[in-house]
Structures are given as structure tokens and as C-alpha cells.
């Protein structure tokens, strides 16, 4: 586990702080602006929020200039200036922050290197439809309380230009030493210091994590198949028990979002485990004993129930594999004992099993006898450490008769830390003068499990789950779940590992003007192939692995790199091209007989959907300058296809018109002109009003809202139909929140779904093999639905019965009245 350690003078006494090499701590400490610190006995946990600046490709439909600091839901508050200096980075102004911080997570704890970021800045600026983003990070780390005033004379000496906003702000500080540590802190930051409740906090940061965190908690089972199982987000949260695990033990029942009640505690904690094993044994590190655990065999130093018994003692219904004395074996020679005869690793082992066996009984009773069906553990003393884990999930089984759910937290460690980080945005929030009513949330990410730092992003705007899903408490945006199924882990790593060149060299021409572009790529590559690399020996480091969480890593590396958007000027021609087959693509289509065109519009929307440089066979084709609509067209294999709906779908259309039609749509060009807006033309002139979905950020050449923007008013000029369902407003474009190729419904724009529900959407579109088969090919809807999508990948194709082009053309009424 990464850690900050000091370096001592002759007098071994700690004098400066010493990074690890092979990871920058404090990332962004620099512009570092608000701190929250929880302080234990043991270990002390930060966070501290940072902006960063990022360029965010745009597609300007207004053509004004837009400064994304000052973007809420489309209103623009500002201008896009090239100078960073001009834009204002005192956080007061311009980040409010809300009561609660969003979730995804990021799964990247490394920090981009400042000086490529800042080489490029001025290069790219002069990019077309390039914008400057001031993003928002709150960065977490843990280290031992012993050296907190070496580490906050660090943090003093390397809050470079920003002291001023540091020096008299408040810092939220909370846990058992806050008491002893406030006035250094004070001193030494010259921040006054609020003391926030230890309790208070720790609920606040845990029921925000497990309400807002996808995959935030667990279940583990070693050498289970697989060994994580990671939960959704559960809607129905309460009641619960948090067993809070530090030094000491804290058991708290929690029944909502503040209320709850410390119900029980053990003192026998991660400070018994830590001091009782230093006495035991050389090792003096917690690290080191965990370690020192891991090698050891319990069975040399307890006495087991086969011991007293030699076996089973059956009529009491005991195992004789259970632990009926800890240590015992110590003192069973007729009171000749000796340390000497029994290993430090097998005592490390005995005692930690004697603390978490502990730990699981009493956690156990409390929670039967509070009638409290699940039990979080938290804390760092955890470390989701296998062993722990393992013997707390096997305790809490044996003890509750398999009754209570012991889960876990992939962010244990930092409860209390991010409680009392949430607690200071609700008064900083208050305290901001910039007289813009605007909301910033923020998404949660963290480093991987074994880590000690990590952080939390800023995401912009609310969230809320699709209304229309059936069964939303169990809806999961992910078909396949790659740390199980061994086959497609192994060859989705390979398979994207396979388009790492491609990718870099995307990234590239997107600004080979930019004299810093090759380093910064050649930097995103090598990070990329070593995720990549890590996943295949380890895939639950950074938790959940799925398809989708591995393209959502690929957008946010490219992202932290400076390549907002490779495929921009992909999409710019495509979309020019495209628009000059518009005219033309729908008068052959209003030639048609109502049956035969309806018909005609879906096999529109698979040959658009060929359209993916995301696919590796078909980003082959599309290299080829002669590959176009047409071509695609003789691709699609003969009816019926793989799933195919298509005549369920066309008697549909004969019935009553449909209210409002949800459509999230996937590429640009091709796609979203000759396959899309044909389809939506055709609705409009139904009766069905249509809200267009789109990606908000750029991945790949999907469409993104502002591009979509430009797009629409673009084809409204040239379809009257168009012109004057978007003008009255029965055709309207909206964000879907989504920043990466595929399509989670349990994370959509707040506003979205409120407008769905208003207008009363009766039928949802899906097209794309990201969204409709990666993500949601077994999803269910309370209103129609249909999925469109070409399988442009050969084992995907075979693994669900078909061949390459095999298509899906499912649609399905499970319309509730």
C-alpha cells in the first residue's frame, strides 16, 4: 500500500516528507482551494479540492463563443477566452458547490503531467470549436497521524499561488484527534478550523457513496467464483449497519440520510491488531503485520474443537475445524511456554483472526437483534485486504446463520473524509458571492484497492434514473460482467489492447499542429497498455470490470491527456458529406408506400449504425475512401436476422401514433443523418413528439449534444417537417449525460427524465452496439421499446449465435397502463 513516509535527520527524528516514486501523492496540490481532514488515532485521511483546466471540443450552433465555467443547461453567463489568466480561479466565484457530489468512478488516481498540459494550452486553444473546462477534483490520502505536521508543512510549502485562497478559509476537520492537532493545523495552514462530529460525518460520506457510487459495495468470498461481487446502487438503503473498524470499533444502525444511532463498539480494534502484534512480533508496521498475516498458520497456535475432541463435536453442533481457544496452544505443556517454538507470521495470523472473529460475532448479534438484514464494514483497518475480508464475511455467516449480508466498501477508508468534505460544500456553497444560481456536482472516483489515495470528479448538472425502466432496482448497464466470464475478459483485454495504436495515432492527427501532441499521446498510449496489463493479473483492482467500464477508461485517459475529442474532424466530414445525400435520401424515401418505408427506415438505421470507428473490422472499411451508404446497405445480411422484430414493429405502426418517442442515438454522419433524422422525420409526421439523446462529451465519433445542435439545424433547413416540429417545439435535443460509447439508463440527466415524464414517452430507442447489446440488450422498459444495432465484432457476433453484420431489430410492449 502506497503511503507517505518521512526521512529522518542523524537524530532519527522525521524532518520532510518523501513521495513515493512510482506515484504523485498529492496531486494537484498547487491549486489546491478547500481541505477537509479526518484525524484518527492511528492514521489521519485528507482531501483537499483542486481545479484543473482541461479543453473540451464544441460545436457551436449560436456561434457565439462559450465558457464552459459558466454553463448551466445551456444558458450562457460567459466567453471563451484564450488566457488562462482571464479566467477567474478563485473558487468562490465560480465552482458553487451543492449538497451532495455525483457519482462514476474514474478509477484513476494519477495525475497528468503539468507541463504538457500547460506546453499545449495555448496551441490548442486555436483549435476550431475548442473551449477551455475548469473541472473540479477532490483528491483523498491517508498517512499515519504521527507525521501530520510534517505533512501539512508539505502541503503549506507546495500550495503554489494559491495561499491567499487557502489562508483564512475554514477547514472542515473531524475523527478523535482533532482535539490535539486543531491549532497546529490552524497554525501552520492559517485556516480556521471547524469541528465537525465525528459520527455526523462518517454516515454523511457513507450513505453518499452507497446512494450515488456504482459498485461502491461488495461482497467477497475468497476463492469464490468470482471473489467480488459488486452490488448496485440499492434503492432501498435503510435500514443498515456501518461497523466502522479504526482503532477502536463502532457499530452504527442507520435508518436515513441523518439518522442513526451508535447502537455498540468493541475495543478491541485495528490499534489491538497494530500494538498487540508489535509486542508479538519484530514487525512494527501495520502493512508489515498484514503482511506477516498472509504467511501464517492460525491452526500451530489455536486450539481447534478436533483438538479437545478429535473431530466433530457433533452433538453440540460444532465443527471441528472451528477455533475453540485462541493462542491456547501457547500454554497446553503443562505451563511450559515459549515463544520461540511458534513463528511470528502463524501468531500474526492467530491474532488477527482473534480481533476479526471478534469483530464479525458482535456484528452479527447486533444486527439479528436490531433485526438489520446488512452490515457494511468500513474503516481503514480493512485495507480490502482479502484475509480480512474474508474472515469477517465467514464470521458474520457463521453467527447469523447465513441471515445477515456482510458487505464491504471500496472507498472504506475515507468515510469520514468525504462526510466532512460534503458537510464544508454546504457552507462554502452558502458563502459563494458570484450571484449566478447554478448547481456543480461532483463524481465520485478512487485509485484501486490497494491504494491509499485516490480522488472524486466534478460532474456537471443532476442525475436520476430512466422512470421507464421495469425493474430499476435490479437494472445493471452491463451485459457481461468480465471479472466472472474468464473467456470474454480474456479477449475484450486483447481486443482492446488491439486498438491502442489506432487510438494514439487518432489522437494525434487531431492536432499535428500541436508541437507537444506525440509526447502527450505516446503518454496516454503507455498509460493505457499498463491498465490494460494490470487488469489482465488482477481484474477487480479498480473494481467492476465490464466492457463499458474499460471504454469509459479509454475516454477519461484521452481526456486527462488533452485529446477531448480525436475524432472531431472525422465527424466534421462525415457530417458535411453526409448532409449533401440528405435531400436527395429522404425523396426516394416519400416515394415509397407507408408499409415499404417504414420497413425502408430500419434497414436505414443498421446501415447507419455501420458507421463506428469504435469497431475494429469496421474501422478497416471506413479507411477505404469508397466505403459508403450504399456499401453498407449490401452488408446487412438477409432476413431474419439474428433478433428481428421487424414485421412486430411495422404492424405496430398501423396502430394509434405514439405519444413521445425517446431516441439516444450513437455516430455521427452517416448514421445519425441518413439513418437517424429519417426515422424521426417519419415519427414526427405521425403525431409523435421526439426528444433526441446524446452523448454530453465526446467518445469516439459518437454524436455529442452540441454537435447534434448544429446538426439539427443544419437538416431543419432542408426539411420542412423538421424545421417546424423543432420550431414548435414537439422535436427538441437534450443531453443523456453519458461521456462514453455506451448507455447506463440508472445515470441520465435529471432534466431528461423529467421531460420524458412530462411529455408521457411511450416508446424508447436504442441504437448502437455500445448502448443496445454492451449495455442494455436485456433491459425492459414499462413502454415500448426497440434496439437497433449491427454486431460489428466477429466473437461477439458468434458468442450470441450469429456472424459478422449480424443484426438486432428487437421490439417489445410491455406497456403498463
Known amino acids: 500500500m502506497a503511503d507517505v513516509s518521512c526521512v529522518g535527520n542523524v537524530y532519527n527524528e522525521p524532518n520532510s516528507i518523501k513521495l513515493p516514486e512510482y506515484m504523485e501523492m498529492f496531486c494537484n496540490l498547487h491549486n489546491g482551494k478547500r481541505f477537509a481532514i479526518d484525524i484518527g488515532c492511528s492514521l489521519t485521511k485528507i482531501a483537499y479540492y483542486s481545479t484543473t483546466k482541461h479543453k473540451q471540443s464544441c460545436f457551436n450552433h449560436r456561434k457565439k463563443n462559450i465558457n464552459k465555467l459558466n454553463v448551466t443547461n445551456g ?56 473551449e477551455i473546462e475548469q473541472m473540479s477534483r477532490l483528491h483523498f490520502l491517508k498517512f499515519q497521524t504521527k507525521y501530520l505536521e510534517n505533512c501539512l508543512d508539505f502541503i503549506e ?71 467480488y461481487i459488486f452490488q448496485n446502487i440499492d434503492s432501498n438503503l435503510y435500514p443498515y449497519l456501518l461497523v466502522n473498524i479504526g482503532s477502536g470499533v463502532s457499530i452504527i444502525k442507520v435508518t436515513g440520510e441523518e439518522c442513526y444511532e451508535r447502537i455498540g463498539g468493541l475495543s478491541t480494534g485495528g490499534a489491538t491488531f497494530w500494538g498487540l502484534g508489535s509486542l508479538l512480533t519484530s514487525a512494527k508496521e501495520y502493512d508489515d503485520l498484514l503482511e506477516l498475516a498472509a504467511k501464517g498458520d492460525y491452526e500451530k497456535v489455536d486450539i481447534l474443537v478436533r483438538d479437545i475432541f478429535g473431530g466433530d463435536y ?216 499498463n491498465r490494460l496489463k494490470e487488469l489482465k493479473t488482477n481484474p477487480t483492482l479498480y473494481g467492476s470490470l465490464t466492457v463499458r467500464s474499460i471504454l469509459e477508461t479509454i475516454q477519461q485517459f484521452l481526456h486527462d491527456y488533452e485529446f477531448p475529442d480525436p475524432y472531431l474532424t472525422q465527424k466534421e466530414m462525415e457530417n458535411k458529406e453526409a448532409l449533401t445525400l440528405f435531400a436527395n435520401h429522404i425523396e426516394q424515401l416519400d416515394r415509397l408506400d407507408e408499409t415499404t418505408r417504414n420497413k425502408k427506415l430500419i434497414w436505414y438505421l443498421i446501415a447507419g449504425n455501420m458507421f463506428d470507428w469504435g469497431a475494429k473490422e469496421i474501422s478497416a472499411l471506413l479507411e477505404k475512401d469508397n466505403f459508403g451508404f450504399e456499401d453498407a446497405l449490401s452488408k446487412i445480411p438477409k432476413r431474419p436476422w439474428l433478433i428481428d422484430s421487424l414485421d412486430e414493429w411495422s404492424k405496430r405502426l398501423e396502430g394509434v401514433p405514439h405519444k413521445c418517442a425517446v431516441i439516444f442515438v450513437d455516430n455521427s454522419g452517416l448514421d445519425i443523418i441518413l439513418g437517424i433524422f429519417p426515422f424521426v422525420r417519419e415519427l414526427l409526421r405521425r403525431g409523435t413528439e421526439v426528444i433526441l439523446c446524446s452523448n ?55 432534466n431528461l427524465c423529467e421531460e420524458m415524464i412530462r411529455r408521457k414517452a411511450d416508446l424508447i430507442v436504442i441504437e448502437g452496439m455500445g448502448r443496445s447489446v454492451h449495455t442494455n440488450l436485456n433491459t425492459n422498459f414499462k413502454c415500448e421499446s426497440l434496439k437497433v444495432a449491427v454486431i460489428k465484432n466477429q466473437w461477439l457476433a458468434k458468442r450470441l449465435g ?12 410491455n406497456l403498463i397502463s
Not at 471500496?410 to 457552507?427: D, I, P, S, W
Not at 431543419?716 to 462514453?740: D, N, V, W, Y
Open 157 to 227: 510549502n507546495h500550495i503554489v499561488g494559491n495561499k491567499e485562497l487557502v489562508k483564512g478559509n475554514t477547514i472542515k476537520v473531524t475523527g478523535g484527534g482533532v482535539c490535539k492537532y486543531a491549532s497546529c493545523i490552524k497554525e501552520k495552514l492559517g485556516v480556521l478550523i471547524d469541528k465537525e462530529d465525528e459520527m455526523y460525518c462518517l454516515i454523511k460520506g457513507t450513505n453518499f457513496l452507497l446512494k450515488n457510487v456504482s459498485k461502491e459495495a461488495f461482497s467477497f468470498e475468497q476463492n469464490g467464483k468470482p471473489e
Open 802 to 813: 450469429g456472424n459478422m453484420f449480424s443484426v438486432l431489430c428487437q421490439y417489445k410492449n
Open 314 to 529: 457433533t452433538s453440540a453442533g460444532l465443527s471441528g475445524d472451528l477455533i475453540a481457544a485462541s493462542f491456547g496452544k501457547i500454554n497446553v505443556n503443562n505451563g511450559e511456554s515459549s515463544q520461540k517454538k511458534f513463528s511470528e507470521a502463524d501468531i500474526a495470523r492467530s491474532l488477527l483472526f482473534t480481533v476479526l472473529n471478534s469483530i464479525g460475532q458482535v456484528a452479527s448479534l447486533y444486527a439479528l437483534m436490531h433485526n438489520v438484514d446488512k452490515v457494511y464494514f468500513g474503516g481503514y483497518f480493512l485495507c480490502n485486504n482479502a484475509l480480512n475480508m474474508d474472515v469477517l464475511s465467514r464470521s458474520v455467516n457463521y453467527w447469523s446463520d447465513n441471515k445477515i449480508k456482510p458487505l464491504f466498501l471500496r472507498h472504506e477508508g475515507y468515510l469520514g473524509t468525504v462526510g466532512a468534505f460534503l458537510k464544508g460544500t454546504e457552507q462554502w456553497g452558502k458563502e459563494t458571492s458570484s450571484g449566478v444560481s447554478r448547481e456543480r456536482k461532483m463524481s465520485a472516483g478512487c485509485g484501486n484497492f490497494g491504494n491509499g489515495n485516490g480522488n472524486i470528479n466534478e460532474s456537471d448538472g443532476d442525475f436520476s434514473v430512466c422512470p421507464f425502466l421495469l425493474n430499476p432496482h435490479t437494472y445493471c448497464p452491463d451485459v457481461v460482467n468480465l471479472v466472472q466470464d474468464e473467456e470474454a475478459r480474456e479477449y475484450w483485454l486483447k481486443c482492446f489492447e488491439g486498438t491502442v495504436e489506432k487510438i494514439t495515432i487518432k489522437a494525434i492527427e487531431s492536432q499535428k499542429n500541436n508541437s507537444t501532441a506525440i509526447k502527450r499521446a505516446n503518454s496516454f498510449k503507455e498509460k493505457l497498455l
Open 75 to 130: 444558458v450562457n453567463t460567459g466567453s471563451l477566452t484564450n488566457d488562462y489568466s482571464k479566467i477567474n480561479n478563485n473558487w468562490e466565484n465560480n465552482c458553487e458547490t451543492s449538497n451532495t457530489i455525483r457519482n462514476i468512478i474514474t478509477d484513476d488516481s494519477d495525475n497528468v503531467i503539468d507541463s504538457c498540459i500547460n506546453d499545449s494550452t495555448s496551441q490548442m486553444c486555436n483549435q476550431k470549436y475548442c
Open 696 to 750: 454530453s462529451s465526446p467518445a469516439l465519433n459518437d454524436v455529442i449534444h452540441s454537435e447534434l445542435l448544429v446538426l439539427l439545424n443544419s437538416v431543419k433547413k432542408i426539411c420542412p417537417i423538421i424545421r417546424e416540429a423543432e420550431e414548435k417545439g414537439f422535436l427538441i435535443a437534450m443531453e443523456s449525460g453519458q461521456t462514453g460509447p455506451c448507455l447506463d439508463l440508472s445515470r441520465l440527466k435529471k
